[in-house]
Each structure stands twice: as C-alpha cells, then as structure tokens.
C-alpha cells in the first residue's frame, strides 16, 4: 500500500507551452505602443522641441525709435527725429539655419523611437516573465495537487496505525510547501501584470494565457548586426549627432559674416524735414572669436564617439549572441532527455526491488523537478536573449 502511495509523488514532464486563448504578444505591444503615457507625453515635449527650434531662425524685433528735443539754446525750431529699422543675420544664415532645424527634428525622433524601443523592450520582457510564470504555477500546482493526495492517503494510513506520525508530518510538510509556492507565484504575476497595466497607461489586459511569439532560431551574427546598423534607433541617433554637430559647424561660419541693417529715417527742424532711408553694417569680429573652433572641436568629439558607442553596443552584442549559442544546445538536451525519461516508472522499479529507500525515492523526485524547472528556466531566458539580440525589430510591429 506504502508504495502504491509512492507511485502518486513522482511527477510527470508537463508540456511547456501554454496555448493562448485571447491575446498575442505583439498585440500587446501594440496596445501598448498606443497607450503609453510617458510616449504620450515624450511626443507632445517633442513638438514643443520643435516649435522652440523655429524660434531660433526668428529674426530680430523690428525697432521704433526717435528724438524730439524742444529744451535748449537754439534760434530754429524745436528738432525731431524718427527712426524705423529692421536688423538681420547675413540671408545666408537664416538658410543653414534651416538646414540644422531640419537635422535636429530628424534627431528629436530618434530619440523617441529610442524611448519608444526601451518601452516595448520591457514590455515584451515582462510578458515572457508572465509566460515563463504560468509554466511554473501549471507545474506547481500539480505538484499541490499530489502531494495533497499523498498526504490524504498517508493520513488514512496513519489512523489505521500503518504509519508513523513522523511520515504523516512529513507529507503535510511537503503539501504546505506546495501551496506555498502556488501562492507565492500568484503573487509574482499579479505583481508584473500590475507594471504591464501600468506601461499600457493604467489599462487592464487580459493575457491570462499567453505564448512566446518566436520560435528559437536566430540568423547568422554577421546579419543580424548588419540589421542592427541599418534600424536600431541607437547607431542612427549617433550618425544624426555627427549629422548635426557637421551642419552646426556649418552655421558658425555662416555667422561670420556681418550683421545687417535697414529702415526709415525722417528729421524735422524749423519747419523742414528729411526722410530717406538708413542702413548699417555689424562685423562679428570679437562676438564670433572662437565659435568655429569649438563646433569643430564639437564635431570631432560627436565622430569619436559615434566609433567607441558602436563598438560598446557591438561588443554587447556579441555577449548576448554568444551566450545564446552557448544556451541553445543545453537546452535541447534538457528537452531530448527529459521528454524520453520515463523517471517514474525508474524510480517505483527501484523502490520496489529494494535498490533505494523511501528517502532515496524523495531525492531522486527533487532531483527530476529540478531539472524539470531548469528546462522551463532554459527556454525562458533564450527568449529574453533573443529579445534583447532582436530588439531592433520591436519598432516594426
């Protein structure tokens, strides 16, 4: 009887994908990418960015100026005078300064998307920690489920005096333990589903079941980095910082030209006057010392470390590849072994020729469920590698 009892305590490999009933996980994202409120927000700092920008190519107040002076020594008349006049930039100016608004619009973008991909980043990221979360309470919960069977059965067994209080204690020992983590992964989930509602901009989403959305192949590195040159926001924005420190440089020397000023002029005295027109001429030589030099020092220093940010984001990638690599056929032994093993039917013929003992029995089940726990921990953080190897194509969605 003891052993049939036994044969309830192994436990069997569960099938590790969770089939989903209601929502994709790029439906998510896509909720997500429309509700956010930080990217809500980001876009309307964007816009203000921009109208700010265009301020800058404004050119000056048009002024108003003039004398009238009825006080002194004089034998004419009172004297008065009028000015109106309209300062600006040398015409050329106002064009590359265009030129560099333009430039800096293209980077106010790239710096959304950068946002918007650390975003989905982490959403899509939670959304396997969710994933992998459901296998472990599925797993969990029928492990709470026979070892509250064998602790029924053990009590019947106890009450008929066949078992020892100690035996009894232990399997409701193992049963709370159980439960206890059931509960506890219940609580994780409501706990990332909590930070999922809040990227979605404070709106539930329904993803009681969901299923990785990506099988585990990856392309050769050389692609993938190649892709990740040619879209990932980040290489992008450090080639539009080169961009517009070059179109900077520009404008300084644009600005080395003069000054110019224009207008109306009319003067009265002892019943006569004058109206013609005033013009002037502002050479930059003090204002402008030393601006060219500093946007080329600018500009070298935007190329330089366009090349190191590169080569840190390479070398990142290639870590996340080769550990990758390193996982993938681990995890495929994992799966091979574990789905041909048939351990109960291994252990209970053990047990009952008498090869291992009722403890033996236990450890050799611990030792079953931690690899089966290591095969679900396996397959969730190739999902998370290749997430992150991949995330240049979150924007696509």
Not at 104 to 119: A, P
């Amino acid at each position: 009887m003891q052993k049939r009892i036994l044969v309830i305590m192994s436990s069997c490999i569960i099938f590790l994908g969770l089939k989903a009933q209601d929502i994709s996980v790029d439906e998510i994202l896509r909720q997500i990418d429309r509700n956010n409120k930080e990217l809500s927000g980001m876009t309307a700092l964007i816009q203000s960015k921009q109208a700010d920008l265009y301020t800058t190519n404004n050119i000056p107040a048009t002024e108003i100026g003039g004398y009238y002076l009825p006080l002194g020594t004089h034998n004419t008349g009172n004297y008065s005078e009028l000015q109106l006049s309209q300062s600006f930039k040398f015409p050329t100016v106002y064009q590359a300064r265009k030129d560099l608004i333009d430039q800096q619009e293209i980077k106010l973008q790239l710096d959304y998307q950068i946002k918007r991909q650390e975003i989905l980043l982490t959403a899509k990221q939670l959304c396997f920690d969710i994933i992998f979360t459901n296998q472990r309470i599925a797993i969990q919960q029928d492990r709470s489920i026979k070892a509250q069977i064998v602790f029924d059965q053990i009590s019947e067994l106890h009450r008929k005096e066949e078992i020892s209080l100690l035996e009894l204690n232990k399997a409701k020992v193992f049963w709370l333990q159980q439960q206890f983590k059931v509960q506890q992964l219940e609580s994780d989930k409501l706990s990332m589903l909590l930070l999922l509602k809040n990227l979605n901009g404070g709106m539930s989403l329904s993803i009681d079941q969901i299923e990785y959305n990506a099988d585990l192949h990856l392309n050769d590195k050389d692609t993938i980095w190649l892709d990740i040159l040619e879209s990932d926001p980040l290489p992008k924005q450090l080639r539009q910082e080169e961009v517009v420190a070059s179109y900077q440089l520009k404008l300084q020397r644009e600005m080395k030209k003069p000054d110019l000023t224009a207008g109306l002029n009319y003067q009265g005295v002892n019943g006569a006057n004058y109206t013609g027109i005033y013009a002037g001429i502002s050479l930059p030589i003090w204002s402008h010392k030393g601006k060219i030099e500093a946007a080329q020092q600018n500009l070298k220093f935007r190329e330089t470390r366009s090349v190191w940010k590169i080569e840190e984001v390479h070398a990142d990638f290639e870590k996340q590849y080769n550990d990758y690599q390193a996982l993938l056929p681990k995890f495929a032994e994992y799966q091979s072994t574990l789905g041909a093993l048939q351990s109960d039917a291994l252990l209970m013929r053990a047990y009952e020729v008498g090869q291992i003992s009722f403890l033996e029995y236990y450890m050799e089940l611990s030792f079953y469920r931690e690899a089966q726990d290591a095969l679900i921990q396996f397959e969730h953080q190739l999902h998370q590698l290749q997430n992150e190897i991949l995330k240049h194509e979150l924007l696509n969605n």
